[in-house]
């Protein structure tokens, strides 16, 4: 009982850990990471709230945004960060982001089948369907990871590249809150990188 408090109330302070990154996105004029950063509000939120809901049509609700935003934003990600980074988004980025986009929209979407499932307390929605791991996802860190690696030997800020590897290793973990904490380091190192570049 007190593990699943204790996760639970982990999953508040990435709630509001999340609220006040997607202010500071939109206090900085970054409206794209700002709607990244709703989503990810919402999804922490959810899962915070799970065993308060109960398991019904009402958690079952709230829970399919978190699939359909995850889908749709995720790989939004790299055009993002391409620029802030001042890269030019040529069309091969636009494409691959296109691509990824359409697959998470199969198979977290198009295919999505959830069914409850608790964990150290909390209870959530997962998508029974899945099956292997989620490629847009993987892929779109992976691009961050470089693009961050190429932009610190550059002389850029160091916090692209080691928040998107923290997140990387969050989610490789398959420990639930090590992989939305990987969400909060991806999302504020992304915020550091656009300070850091905007004050040079």
Do not use: Q
């Not at 999804?43 to 079952?60: E, P």
Request: aromatic share 8%; net charge positive; charged share 10%.
């Amino acid at each position: 009982m007190r593990e699943g408090n204790v996760i639970t109330s982990l999953y508040w302070v990435l709630t509001a850990a999340m609220l006040a990154a997607c202010v500071v996105a939109v206090r900085a004029r970054l409206f794209a990471l700002a709607v990244v950063a709703a989503a990810l509000v919402w999804d922490n939120l959810v899962i915070a709230a799970g065993s308060a809901f109960g398991a019904g049509d009402l958690l079952l609700g709230l829970s399919v945004p978190r699939y359909v935003a995850h889908a749709l934003l995720t790989p939004l990600l790299i055009p993002i960060v391409f620029k802030i980074l001042g890269w030019p988004r040529k069309v091969w980025v636009w494409t691959l982001t296109g691509a990824l986009i359409a697959i998470g929209a199969y198979f977290e979407i198009i295919r999505l089948r959830l069914e409850p499932e608790t964990y150290a307390g909390t209870l959530r929605y997962v998508n029974a369907a899945a099956a292997g791991p989620p490629v847009p996802a993987i892929v779109t860190i992976l691009v961050l990871i470089v693009a961050g690696a190429i932009a610190w030997r550059r002389g850029g800020p160091p916090w692209l590249c080691l928040a998107a590897a923290a997140m990387f290793a969050g989610a490789a973990t398959l420990v639930p809150w090590l992989g939305n904490l990987g969400e909060l380091a991806l999302l504020s190192g992304i915020l550091l990188t656009a300070r850091r570049i905007r004050s040079s």
